[in-house]
């Protein structure tokens, strides 16, 4: 666990490091606009849980870690999957980062951050971008099911493409 949490203290400077090019108020703004949307789609999600009579989940930073890696890989190595590049599921992510979990799920999905996306209008604000998300996932029975499921812990993780393609990941945990 030692050897695993050291390798992403690693990874994380190493990224840290290489961002310092990027001017660092852009940086604060895309994290604003990440915890932004993050917060949205809990609450979302919640207004959903609600609404069947299912009690809240709460926001989780270890499954926000495990969503955002998963996010970003999807970004970095050009898939869009629960399987990922290195042909892990979401419990294998959790257990390589010795994550405890008694159940876990995983919801990913993409929306563009622009102003005429089909069934969704402009989606260039965390309050649009986070309904467009979280309506599609509704509106999925398999990721419904997730939404509503027996569940207690909730992670988001967004990423953006070059191209201003949103990956986002939501991880549902029972510790």
């Not at 405890?100 to 649009?128: H, K, L, M, Y």
């Not at 986070?130 to 509503?148: A, K, L």
Request: with cysteine; net charge negative; aromatic share 10%.
């Amino acid at each position: 666990m030692k050897v695993i949490l050291n390798q992403i203290f690693i990874t994380l400077l190493v990224f840290s490091t290489l961002s310092c090019s990027k001017d660092s108020e852009a940086q604060e703004t895309d994290q604003v606009l990440f915890e932004a949307i993050a917060e949205k789609i809990l609450v979302k999600t919640n207004e959903i849980r609600s609404s069947q009579g299912k009690p809240d989940l709460v926001q989780n930073g270890e499954m926000d870690i495990l969503a955002s890696v998963h996010s970003q890989n999807m970004v970095t190595h050009d898939f869009f999957a629960h399987v990922d590049h290195e042909n892990k599921t979401p419990s294998n992510r959790a257990d390589d980062l010795a994550f405890s979990w008694s159940s876990i799920a995983e919801n990913i999905g993409q929306v563009p951050w622009f102003q005429n996306v089909s069934g969704c209008g402009d989606t260039r604000s965390a309050e649009t971008i986070s309904t467009c998300v979280v309506e599609g996932w509704r509106n999925s029975p398999g990721h419904y099911t997730n939404m509503i499921g027996d569940y207690s812990q909730l992670g988001v993780g967004i990423a953006f493409t070059k191209d201003s393609i949103a990956f986002f990941t939501q991880v549902f945990r029972n510790p």
